[in-house]
C-alpha cells in the first residue's frame, strides 16, 4: 500500500482559487510541507482552495490536523476547501472521524471547481 | 531502521521513519493472510501510536521504537515499545467529534482514531525490571467492528 514516495504538492490556478494536488503520503513528517503551502495560499488572499486528493496514498491525523488548523480563517474569508479525487483509503481515514460532516468531498476536479460557481465563495 | 528478527522491527524515534514502520506493518500483516484493507487501517493505528511516542518525546525522551506484528488465529497483536518517560494513551478522554468541528479545533486525533480501529489497547509501564514501556493492541478480525 504505502508507497516510499514522500510527500509533494502541484499548483494550479483558477478563478480567483487555487488548486493544491497532493503527492504521496501525509503524515507526521510530511505535514509541514502541506501547511506551509496553505499558508502561502492564505498569505496571496486566495481562500478558494481545491485540494486534489488523485495521488494521495495515505492520510495520517498530522494531515488532517493541517485542514483543520486553516478552516476557520479560510471560511471567515468567505472561502472553503474542497477535497475532489479521493483514493478509498483516504476518504476511510476522513470517514472515520466524521469529517464529511465539516468538509465537501467530491469525486472529481471538475465537480470541485463547480462548487466554487455555484456557491459563489470567495 | 533495524530488523532485529522476522517479525520486529526496530527504529529511531523520528518522524522519518514512520513511512517504513507503516511499510513493514503492512508486509507482516499481509503476507500472514491478514486482509490489505483491514492492514491499512492497523497501520494507521501504528503511525498515531508512534507519532504520539515521537513527538511527545522530546520532553519525554524517547530514541527508540521497537515495533513486533503477530496475526494467527484471526488476531492481531501489535506491540509497540519505547523508552519515553510513561504516557498510557487510555488516559486521554474521547474528544466529542461535534464540539470538535463546531469549534475548529485542530490535533489530538490522533489517539481517537487508534480507538476507533482497534479493540484494546494495553499499556504497561516501564519499571525497575523492564526499560521498556510497552503498548499493546490488538484486533479480532472476524469481530462485528471490521
Not at chain 1, 494550479?12 to 487555487?18: E, K, L, M, S, V
Not at chain 1, 479525487?85 to 466524521?98: E, I, N
Not at chain 2, 507503516?22 to 507519532?51: H, K, P
Not at chain 2, 523508552?83 to 463546531?102: C, E, G, I, L
Amino acid at each position: 500500500m504505502q508507497t516510499q514516495q514522500a510527500f509533494t504538492i502541484e499548483v494550479h490556478a483558477f478563478d480567483q482559487g487555487r488548486i493544491l494536488s497532493l503527492h504521496g503520503y501525509l503524515d507526521a513528517s510530511t505535514s509541514n510541507i502541506l501547511d506551509q503551502e496553505i499558508q502561502k495560499t492564505l498569505a496571496d488572499a486566495i481562500h478558494k482552495i481545491i485540494i486534489d486528493c488523485t495521488d494521495l496514498t495515505y492520510i495520517s491525523s498530522a494531515g488532517l490536523g493541517i485542514f483543520m488548523k486553516h478552516i476557520d480563517a479560510i471560511r471567515k474569508h468567505g472561502g472553503d476547501l474542497v477535497f475532489c479525487s479521493m483514493q478509498k483509503s483516504v476518504y476511510t481515514v476522513f470517514d472515520l472521524l466524521g469529517f464529511p460532516i465539516l468538509y465537501r468531498i467530491v469525486d472529481s476536479t471538475e465537480s470541485a471547481l463547480s462548487l466554487f460557481q455555484v456557491g459563489g465563495e470567495s | 531502521m533495524t530488523m532485529l528478527e522476522p517479525g520486529i522491527y526496530s527504529a529511531s524515534a523520528s518522524v522519518h521513519e514512520l513511512a517504513g514502520i507503516r511499510a513493514f506493518v503492512f508486509e507482516r500483516l499481509t503476507t500472514q493472510g491478514l486482509d490489505s484493507n483491514i492492514a491499512q487501517s492497523l497501520c494507521l493505528a501504528v503511525d498515531e501510536a508512534c507519532s504520539n511516542i515521537i513527538l511527545h518525546g522530546q520532553e519525554r525522551n524517547a530514541s527508540r521504537l521497537i515495533i513486533d506484528v503477530e496475526y494467527s488465529n484471526g488476531l492481531c497483536r501489535i506491540r509497540i515499545k519505547d523508552n519515553a518517560k510513561t504516557f498510557d494513551p487510555n488516559s486521554v478522554k474521547s474528544p466529542d467529534m461535534m464540539s470538535y468541528f463546531k469549534n475548529f479545533s485542530y490535533g489530538g486525533l490522533g489517539i481517537e482514531l487508534m480507538r476507533r480501529i482497534v479493540d484494546g489497547m494495553i499499556y504497561e509501564q516501564a519499571d525497575a525490571k523492564n526499560q521498556w514501556n510497552t503498548l499493546l493492541l490488538h484486533k479480532y478480525i472476524h469481530s462485528p467492528r471490521n
